[in-house]
Structure formats: C-alpha cells, structure tokens
C-alpha cells in the first residue's frame, strides 16, 4: 500500500460517514454553524432529539454551569446541549421558524419538530423564548431571516422619507428663490417707472 492509500484510509477512520436517513446536516449559516434539511421535512415531523447532560438546579455545581446551549426543561432540570454530539444545538433562532421546541419535562427529553413543511436547503429553526432572547439576541441584534428582511425594510423606509424631505425641502429653497428674485426684478421695475414719471 502507498502513501496515498494510507491517507484514504486515516481519512474515512477520521471522517465518520454521515448516515443517509437523517434528514439535515450542519453547515454555514448568516450566523455562524447552523442545520439545514437535506430532504423534504413535513409539517408535524419530529426532526431532531435535543440532548446533553440532565443538570439539577438543586446541586451548587450544576447551577453554576454557564453556556449558550443550555435548555431550561422547568425551573430544577435543565439539559446541557453542549456536548458534540447534540446536532440540534446548531440550530439557530427565528422569529418566524418553521420549527417549534416539543418540551417534555417528566421524560427529561425535548425533540425539535416542525411546524410547516421544510424544503431541502432551508435552514431549521424554532423561537429560543423570550429569556433567551433578552439575555442574548437583544443585545446584538436579532440576525434571523425576519428581523433581517424587517430592518432592510424600514432602512429602505427611512432612506425613501430622506429623500422626500430634501425633495421637500430643495423645492421649497427653489420657490422662496424665485420669490425673492421676482420681488427684486418687481421693486428694480417700480423704481424705474417712479424715476422716469419724475424726470
């Protein structure tokens, strides 16, 4: 075996296959890593199993565990989604999702289902909740595909209004121009007839 064929084989020991029935896939986002379909996803299907470690608010230890990926089940269980394996922790937050957090608090289990069809190539995504989103989205801007299209919106608002107003506003600097220019071609005129009904 040659050198090349060494390194074919490194590479698919290293490179675990991707299994085929799964119907997403991370990959780059506007917002970093997210998770997208890779097959036609209906409505109602339970897509993904968020999991990690139970953590119990009850034990110092666990409450003091800080990170992003942490999914609140009640106020005593919370799952720390941090780990490798837990694909769904790539999936990011909407304001419109197609997708919604199924919580089940007595399993200790929460499973992302979807909650209109997904086309492959969409990325999934569910509404992180409004704690989430004050702790961490707030301060730097929502990035989601509905607040993007409503920001591009209302900048393209405000720059139409700007236009408006410096129209409004070069019109009205032309008239009180003109207005100026015909008071003086009216008072120049007057002097003129006063001076030559004099002499």
């Given at each position: 075996?040659?050198?090349?064929?060494?390194?074919?084989?490194?590479?698919?020991?290293?490179?675990?296959?991707?299994?085929?029935?799964?119907?997403?896939?991370?990959?780059?986002?506007?917002?970093?890593?997210?998770?997208?379909?890779?097959?036609?996803?209906?409505?109602?299907?339970?897509?993904?199993?968020?999991?990690?470690?139970?953590?119990?608010?009850?034990?110092?230890?666990?409450?003091?565990?800080?990170?992003?990926?942490?999914?609140?089940?009640?106020?005593?269980?919370?799952?720390?989604?941090?780990?490798?394996?837990?694909?769904?922790?790539?999936?990011?937050?909407?304001?419109?999702?197609?997708?919604?957090?199924?919580?089940?608090?007595?399993?200790?289990?929460?499973?992302?289902?979807?909650?209109?069809?997904?086309?492959?190539?969409?990325?999934?995504?569910?509404?992180?909740?409004?704690?989430?989103?004050?702790?961490?989205?707030?301060?730097?801007?929502?990035?989601?595909?509905?607040?993007?299209?409503?920001?591009?919106?209302?900048?393209?608002?405000?720059?139409?209004?700007?236009?408006k107003v410096k129209a409004r506003t070069?019109?009205?600097?032309?008239?009180?121009?003109?207005?100026?220019?015909?008071?003086?071609?009216?008072?120049?005129?007057?002097?003129?007839?006063?001076?030559?009904?004099?002499?």
């Open positions: 075996m040659g050198p090349s064929g060494l390194v074919r084989v490194l590479v698919l020991q290293i490179m675990p296959a991707t299994s085929s029935n799964k119907p997403y896939r991370v990959a780059r986002s506007k917002t970093g890593l997210g998770l997208f379909a890779t097959k036609p996803i209906k409505k109602g299907t339970r897509i993904i199993r968020y999991f990690g470690p139970i953590l119990d608010s009850r034990i110092p230890a666990h409450d003091e565990i800080e990170n992003k990926y942490l999914f609140e089940l009640n106020g005593r269980w919370t799952i720390d989604g941090s780990v490798r394996k837990n694909l769904a922790r790539y999936i990011n937050h909407s304001c419109r999702p197609n997708a919604e957090s199924d919580v089940r608090p007595r399993e200790r289990k929460v499973f992302i289902r979807a909650i209109r069809n997904i086309e492959p190539g969409d990325e999934i995504n569910y509404d992180y909740g409004t704690d989430y989103f004050k702790a961490y989205l707030k301060p730097i801007g929502c990035k989601c595909e509905s607040c993007e299209k409503k920001r591009k919106k209302l900048r393209a608002e405000a720059r139409a209004e700007r236009t070069e019109a009205k600097a032309k008239k009180a121009g003109a207005k100026s220019a015909k008071k003086k071609l009216n008072g120049h005129a007057v002097g003129k007839a006063n001076g030559s009904a004099r002499a």
